[in-house]
């Protein structure tokens, strides 16, 4: 019996530190996820988890003196200053640092209850903070996670205090306890998720009002602005975060479509740069701006940014006409399109864009004197080996359209790409590409052959934005991400005006589709959804999804009754058909489902008794496979006349039969039964098989 209370309240305690670390856990995510934790503070916080969970586990002992945790308190109230001064660089982000100490120190140090509940606080203190500081589907799975094992937690922490009282009778019912009560916590967990959900939805409701962000957080894309290192690009190709979803109005959408930011004129060998104070305000009326005219529309599209560090406007090609909720724009000195300022999260802008290119200059009748200079202007220091590579490449060719053709095919197969940025600092970051090094990536490509277009007197500029996307079938919008960023020329022509190349060969590894690829779309489309349906769920995101459930049912119900009138319209002679083909075969189907719900039952309880039964006779029977032996024998003896009443308990039940042969074996029986159901003596199972299986062999 004190085995059984032992083995309940170990199962028990275990449960409970399990919990509560996933607790901390959960709310520590979805802290991390947000974004704001720094790279120190995220490591050290999951090596304090992963030791507690070794200690929890039993694979790991450790005692911490409370002198010694005292000190190391008291050591980072006065490490508090120099953080803030010279680490951290700020109150905010040194406060974090010292929560998310004590944090560590509590995690591996707690013992006691008061310690259990403050880690308890700590958590959901974590997932509040984390609830301010993100809006993002993530929040909403670390928020199911948290619910789980906050359920776990409470509902073992009740049990465990339970079992530490004195019991008066000693129960073996804890088998399979954790899977059991982890299942409750699930479950329980998913209603309350159920019910939340369904309250969300119906309830109107703003973005605004459901989550308040403390601080914008935003993706840094360098490149977009009005100057650009070469190796900026490169830097933000390695991360794959989606910055803007497009949703195409055209049936028919062209592959690897360049979507251009912006353009840069001035280069001094290592950075691209805009002139500045050159930018020019044109209002926007009404919502509407056209951007040109005279040209059919090719190309309709919505353009949604995500929260992106840059006022850059993407386009597909030459925009014509935009729609856009913005008083007015910039135009840049590139025939880029700016806001002025960072847009808010979430904003869109729809555009209708023309793709090939124009057949006369993009503005006015030419280059001006001016303009012309600046699209020609060479580094002061350039490399007399870029001049003579740039008119061995061109040679033979007779327009400069042909000549830069010439360069870009080129460069195309001459060199290789990589992602993989020059061990070290050069002095002359193009010479080293074109004449030693031979790889890079797209910016290196696009900002040689700009130079030596120049050198061969063709006007060029260096283009940035993103190319191609992914479609992504669940939601039909294609997702663009930082990796996708991309830089190309723009040469001026006579005759074409300023007209695109891409001297940039394939990536090797960008036609590859893998698991971890196919995951992130599942992912994305979970946060598209999450902020569509949400986080923007507001009375006009209301109004049409009861439209769409009340177009459904109307077509729902209209089918049923289209059906309806249909078959009478058929009449008799299509049911006689259909019985004379599927009629056998229906009829077949229903007397053998008519056996198997006869037969099914029986066989399947008494198969769970034999196997309970040998269980029994090997001593490892349980407390359910005593129940099943005693129905089995009540079964016996209500066939010999016997009904035990509902109020009997075995015991009484026992002292009512005669005083035979069989109530002997029906005392013996419930002796053994007691002992195994409510004793936890496990050397009364096979006793209690045997004198069943004798119970079965006697005659009535």
């Known amino acids: 019996m004190a085995r059984a209370s032992t083995h309940a309240a170990a199962s028990a305690e275990r449960f409970f530190q399990f919990s509560l670390l996933g607790l901390v856990t959960s709310g520590y995510l979805a802290v991390a996820g947000s974004g704001y934790l720094d790279a120190p503070t995220i490591v050290l916080t999951a090596l304090a988890l992963a030791l507690r969970a070794l200690l929890v586990a039993g694979a790991v002992r450790l005692e911490i003196s409370p002198r010694v945790v005292t000190a190391l308190t008291i050591a980072y109230i006065g490490f508090f200053p120099l953080d803030y001064l010279f680490f951290a660089r700020g109150f905010l982000e040194a406060t974090v ?340 090094r031979k790889k890079g990536h797209c910016e290196y490509f696009a900002s040689a052959m700009a130079v030596m277009l120049r050198t061969l007197g063709i006007p060029s500029r260096l283009a940035n934005g993103f190319l191609g996307g992914v479609k992504n079938p669940l939601t039909d919008l294609y997702v663009v991400r930082a990796s996708d960023a991309h830089t190309w020329v723009e040469a001026y022509l006579a005759g074409r005006g300023w007209t695109t190349f891409d001297p940039t060969p394939p990536d090797p590894n960008s036609g590859r589709i893998s698991l971890w690829s196919r995951l992130a779309l599942y992912a994305d489309a979970a946060e598209t959804f999450w902020q569509e349906w949400v986080v923007g769920y507001d009375m006009g995101r209301q109004g049409m999804l009861a439209d769409r459930m009340q177009q459904s049912g109307w077509t729902w119900g209209m089918r049923w009754f289209e059906r309806l009138r249909e078959a009478r319209e058929r009449g008799t002679e299509a049911a006689v058909a259909g019985l004379k083909r599927y009629g056998l075969w229906a009829g077949a189907g229903v007397v053998w489902a008519a056996l198997l719900a006869g037969l099914l039952p029986p066989f399947w309880k008494r198969w769970r008794t034999r196997r309970g039964a040998r269980r029994l006779r090997r001593g490892q029977g349980s407390m359910a496979d005593a129940t099943l032996l005693y129905a089995r024998m009540l079964e016996l003896l209500r066939r010999r006349g016997y009904e035990k009443p509902a109020w009997f308990t075995p015991r009484e039940f026992a002292a009512t039969l005669p005083t035979t042969e069989l109530g002997g074996l029906i005392a013996q029986f419930t002796t053994a039964y007691n002992a195994l159901r409510f004793g936890g003596r496990a050397e009364a199972a096979p006793q209690l098989s045997a004198l069943l299986d004798k119970l079965e062999r006697r005659e009535v």
């Open 97 to 436: 640092h010292l929560v998310f100490f004590l944090v560590v120190v509590k995690v591996a140090t707690a013992r006691t209850n008061r310690d259990y509940l403050y880690l308890a606080t700590i958590a959901f203190l974590e997932l509040l903070a984390a609830a301010m500081l993100s809006a993002s589907f993530s929040f909403f799975a670390y928020l199911a996670l948290y619910l789980v094992f906050a359920i776990g937690a409470f509902t073992s922490a009740e049990i465990r205090r339970s079992l530490e009282q004195r019991q008066a009778v000693a129960r073996n019912g804890m088998r399979h306890f954790s899977l059991r009560l982890g299942s409750l916590a699930g479950e329980i967990a998913l209603g309350i998720l159920v019910l939340t959900a369904g309250l969300f939805f119906v309830l109107p409701r703003t973005a605004d009002a459901a989550f308040r962000h403390l601080i914008a957080r935003r993706f840094y894309l360098p490149g977009f602005s009005d100057q650009v290192r070469l190796g900026e690009i490169g830097e933000v190709k390695t991360s794959s975060t989606p910055v803007m979803h497009v949703r195409f109005y055209t049936p028919v959408v062209p592959p690897n479509l360049h979507w251009r930011g912006g353009a840069l004129s001035h280069f001094n060998g290592r950075t691209w740069a805009n002139p500045a104070g050159l930018d020019q305000r044109i209002p926007v009326e009404r919502g509407r701006r056209e951007l040109g005219a005279g040209h059919p529309v090719e190309l309709s599209y919505r353009v949604e940014l995500n929260a992106i560090d840059t006022d850059a406007l993407f386009f597909a090609g030459t925009p014509l006409m935009l729609e856009i909720k913005h008083a007015s724009l910039l135009r840049t000195p590139g025939d880029g399109y700016r806001l002025g300022h960072v847009p808010p999260p979430g904003f869109y802008y729809e555009a209708t864009s023309m793709l090939e290119d124009r057949g006369e200059p993009a503005r006015g009748a030419g280059l001006s004197a001016a303009e012309r200079g600046l699209f020609l202007q060479l580094p002061s220091r350039l490399d007399p080996r870029i001049v003579n590579l740039a008119h061995e490449m061109a040679a033979g060719q007779g327009s400069d359209f042909e000549r830069a053709r010439a360069l870009e095919t080129r460069l195309r197969t001459a060199y290789a790409y990589t992602l993989e940025l020059p061990s070290r600092e050069v002095s002359d970051p193009l010479a080293y590409f074109l004449f030693e």
